[in-house]
């Protein structure tokens, strides 16, 4: 059953970001690009976010758990560090280059394209050399 | 380029992205944060961890049916060249990691459980992406 139900949110998630045109690099990019702005990733974030919060507020607040499991699994950090900062500048400006977050670059994947498959491939690489460094 | 049924598609398609971390919170307990997912992969046998595994294969499933349920086209690959593609790759996964989080995992869940650091990393990645974007295409002249 847990399985299942990754399976199933995991192709909503796909499907939201190919109904959303997130998966277009071209469209993430424009985001970023205030000269010549494309306000869909915000509408995205928004349309998230309205279904997103009450939901998490609401099983958050009721000390419950979760239906196929013991108990919900959050961070365990709390504090704002350096790590936490230079990490997401890092990631932003990745992000800028090529116009995929991880989430959009995995989808993409089913396209076929050589050079969807080169950039997961360097973005693991990516994560790979942090665990490396960070394991020292 | 921005019209009102793609005013549709945004916002239908972002409910859907938060329906998705609401149904893997709900059901499992987990955050749907995509780079946590992808790269725990790579830390421990994916056979103790498959449900990470049925989900990175769900995204490619409702990507691929959402095109074919709705016949739209798929979009384009990225428009950027061979070193910068690497170059961004690398540090989307080493920031993500370092980080510990992206846009889905900081920008969706964390800010729906009102977590003080998820609000700091999206402010500082998209602020970031923007401040490069000037930087790269209108100072720098580059064509991505």
Request: contains cysteine; glycine residues 24%.
């Given at each position: 059953m847990k399985n299942m139900i990754a399976l199933i949110a995991g192709i909503l998630f796909g499907a939201g970001l190919a109904a959303s045109d997130m998966n277009n690099p071209e469209r993430v990019q424009g985001f970023l690009d205030l000269l010549n702005w494309d306000p869909s990733l915000m509408f995205v974030m928004m349309g998230a976010l309205l279904v997103a919060v009450p939901g998490f507020q609401i099983l958050l607040k009721n000390d419950g758990k979760p239906l196929f499991a013991q108990r919900f699994s959050l961070p365990t950090r709390f504090e704002i560090d350096k790590q936490l900062i230079i990490g997401s500048a890092i990631f932003g400006i990745g992000w800028a280059i090529?116009?995929?977050?991880p989430g959009p670059a995995i989808a993409s994947l089913v396209y076929g394209y050589q050079d969807v498959f080169i950039f997961v491939g360097a973005m693991l690489a990516g994560a790979k050399i942090h665990q490396l460094v960070s394991s020292k | 380029m921005f019209d009102s049924v793609s005013f549709i598609h945004v916002l239908g398609g972002g409910a859907l992205i938060g329906l998705s971390a609401l149904v893997l919170f709900a059901g499992i307990?987990?955050?749907?944060g995509i780079c946590g997912i992808a790269f725990s992969l790579m830390a421990a046998p994916i056979t103790t961890q498959m449900w990470r595994l049925l989900f990175l294969a769900g995204l490619l499933v409702g990507t691929w049916l959402f095109h074919n349920i709705s016949g739209q086209a798929f979009p384009p690959a990225p428009d950027t060249k061979l070193p910068l593609l690497i170059i961004g790759g690398l540090l989307v996964g080493f920031g993500t990691a370092m980080g510990n989080g992206c846009t889905s995992g900081h920008g969706i869940c964390g800010l729906s459980r009102f977590s003080p650091r998820s609000l700091v990393a999206t402010l500082t990645f998209m602020a970031f992406a923007i401040i490069s974007m000037f930087v790269f295409r209108h100072v720098f002249g580059w064509s991505i």
């Open positions: 090529v116009g995929y977050c | 307990g987990r955050i749907a």
